[in-house]
């Protein structure tokens, strides 16, 4: 487990939500841009690693109750997506790494918490 | 890592092994959107991974457009018979694993397998 | 010109998808030895193939001219036509219904990125149909890294 505010710190991600708890904690991430799929099987202390930027994911967050979504390769929603974000509580963040390479360093973080 | 290696890693079924199965693979893409994976088309020849969740041709196609010669499908859902047997004509080596995209980056991530650093212009 | 191909591309023929890219690409390896241009065209028409079967009525067709140095590429429809061309041209801005994302199509970048691979680009269209050109050019200066 983790809080967001160390995910930030320890890797190259960037917070695009303001007044973002970022002591909201995470035990997992879930990786994936189908949108059903996360529906199905993403929880509620997952970070949601994706390429997804349109509106449609905010809503998929507030049911699954998924406090954090972390867009990749440099993408990241438009401003509307944004402010919405932040008046539903959704943590975004974003990275210039791809899914892989930041799924790995988070993967690789969450393991070392485990074991110490 | 080898083909055997990545197998190993994930616990991953060979769904398909006709292929480039001497291949030393350093770099893997995790994609679900098909279109997503267009950037990996300026590598000079280097083969790479496919990590993908999605099971139908398209995804055998893309691989086959893009020179990809190992896709490893995650998530355990029924590969259908068709994307197994486009792999087979294009000698796409096809694996699949019960193991969630972000759990089967992480362990391949672990052993040394790297994001793909390629950028377009 | 060396060759002409044409495909009919049917709507919503999802499992489709990828097949007409393939099969030019295979034709084409003796032309135009160089992987990283067949793999810049492969990727064109794969995304404008998509665009026929996703975002069409009645479907449409995929003409391909071969020529010494290029290969034109002529995707045509019959409608619906894009509403907003300019939103069309934003990545991430996608109008694919949920059943193609499913699928792992309706990212949202196809139109742009047939434009950022091509050497020439041009787009035409109203409620009658669209009219998609464009070249990729076996220009060896092309810089992709």
Redesign the interface.
């Known amino acids: 487990m983790m809080t967001i505010k160390q995910l930030t710190e320890l890797l190259p991600i960037e917070v695009l939500t303001k007044n973002a708890d970022l002591d909201t904690a995470i035990e ?10 996360v529906l199905a ?1 993403a929880c509620h202390r997952d970070v949601w ?1 994706t ?4 509106a449609t994911i905010l809503g998929i967050a507030s049911i699954k109750q998924i406090p954090c979504i972390l867009f990749t ?1 440099g ?1 990241r ?1 438009c401003a509307e997506v944004i402010t919405k974000a932040e008046q539903e509580s959704i943590i975004l963040l974003a990275c210039q ?12 973080l969450l ?1 070392k918490e485990e074991g110490a | 890592m080898t083909v055997d290696e990545i197998i190993e890693a994930v616990g991953a079924e060979v769904l398909q092994g006709k292929g480039r199965t001497d291949l030393d693979i350093n770099y893997a893409f995790a994609a679900d959107l098909m279109s997503d994976t267009l950037f990996i088309v300026a590598r000079d020849d280097e083969p790479i991974l496919l990590i993908t969740g999605v099971t139908n041709t398209s995804v055998v196609r893309t691989a086959t457009i893009l020179d990809i010669p190992l896709v490893l499908i995650v998530r355990g859902k029924k590969i259908p018979p068709e994307t197994i047997q486009l792999a087979i004509e294009n000698e796409i080596i096809l694996l699949q694993t019960p193991k969630i995209m972000f759990d089967s980056c992480g362990l391949l991530f672990e052993k040394g397998m790297k994001g793909c650093p390629w950028r377009l212009k | 010109m060396i060759n002409k191909l044409f495909f009919p591309v049917i709507t919503s023929d999802y499992p489709s998808i990828g097949s007409k890219a393939l099969e030019v690409k295979k034709k084409l390896k003796d032309f135009f030895p160089k992987s990283d241009y067949l793999r810049r065209l492969g990727v064109c028409i794969f995304e404008a193939e998509a665009n026929l079967v996703i975002h069409t009525n009645q479907g449409g067709s995929l003409e391909i001219l071969v020529f010494k140095d290029r290969v034109r590429i002529i995707a045509s429809d019959k409608g619906p036509g894009i509403k907003d061309l300019s939103k069309a041209l934003t990545p991430g801005y996608s109008t694919a219904p949920e059943s193609a994302r499913q699928l792992g199509f309706g990212g949202g970048v196809g139109i742009n990125n047939i434009k950022r691979f091509a050497d020439y680009f041009f787009l035409t269209s109203s409620k009658q149909g669209t009219t998609l050109l464009f070249e990729v050019w076996n220009d060896d200066d092309k810089a992709t890294n």
Do not use: C, M, R
């Open positions: 997992s991430a879930y990786s994936s841009d189908l949108l059903s799929q099987k690693i390429v997804q930027t349109h390769e993408l929603p790494t791809t899914s892989f390479q930041v799924g790995g360093e988070i993967y690789k393991t």
